[in-house]
């Protein structure tokens, strides 16, 4: 019988109501382990005190025994005289002060502007033993961990003091708890920030890059900045993202890259900033992207900022390899254009399928392969003699400049091969990048 059992366990081990209402934690719904617990240790003592009432002496000892218990100890108002109270053999009293650890895990995300929170609690190997041993000499099946129990206490009453939910599957924060000495640990999970970008000037590469000679130290090449261009798209947008969400680092992914001396206009190019340790997650979007705006001072701008997550900087990366894109390519060529050259063009290339191999200027970063993309669709305009105009519209990763010139035979067909004279790219704008951006 279950309380046989009860009064096995607690003649050997003191428990306070929560451990002993653990160890029946799967039965009953709606009620808690210090519940039950209690609800134990109140029927035993009624039993004995009905046996000592009886006069049998067995009632008596068993009363002392309850009152001996840590938590409650309803036995103890029966039991005449003075009872010494003894500490939880499992948990050491240390459930006793769930809300002092929840006060002190309250206070320390403070200084967090979140949603939501998770709390992970860890407890010392030997208090996790204990409870292990006693579960295997009683046969408890019905048992909760002291693990569960205590996340889910501490994280009720931080609910209770901070007004925020316990999230599971995408926390906020993540607060791990070592018990019983109290070490708490805050962790902001990464933030991730969904936008696009356009840029308006050549000459700005989309990430930092390093100098060659210094590796990013600063030296007299680099002017000590550390940098072959003074400034990026990146940058200029990570610096007042990381500002406003009182991070420590950031990251940023594009969908896609264009050449330094390539501009984005159209709708822009869609990029997620990544940011680590955000104290506040809930920075004003509007009021960001006008600062951002402000400091790029008109040579790089973003739009449609919003939160996002980690599954769309995948989606973003995955996509941008295959997802429609339209360039203004701007061509000299090293004869005289003429009108049926140009009927040639949007005739040869539209639906056509090129065989790229890896540009030679990338070829010192990027492995050799051969790639097998689609343009879609070419128009070509004159502007000069030699210069002609042409709007492409292609998969997303092929090279528009090689596509032109041929990169010596690496890309066919090629612009210089349908015209049968050389022509290169002398300006490249991507117009538009077709990419899904939600979830
Ligand atoms: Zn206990
Ligand atoms: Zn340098």
Redesign the pocket.
Known sequence: MLLDDVKKILSKYP??D??LGRQFGGLARGVTNKERGYALKLALTLEAHMVSRRGDSKGEALLKILASN?GHMPAANVVGGEVKKKH?Y??G???AEIQGYAKEVAKSLGEYNFNNFLIGVKIAGEVAEREDRLRSEFAIEYGESLKMECSREIGKEVSRLTGKEVEFNRPDIVVTVDLPDPKIHVRSMPLYILGRYRKMVRGIPQSRWDCVHCGGKGCEVCHGTGKIYPVSVEEIITGPVLAATSGISTKFHGAGREDVDAIVTGNGRPFVVEVKEAKNRNPDLKALEATINESGEGRVEVTKLMFSDKKTVRSLKERAKIAEKTYRALVETDSKITKRDLARLEKSFNGCLINQYTPKRVLHRRADKLRLKRVYEMLARKIGDKRIELVVRCQGGLYVKELISGDEGRTKPSVSDALGFGARCIELDVTSVNEATER
């Open positions: 428990l306070c929560n451990c840590g939880c499992l948990c009293d240390m459930l």
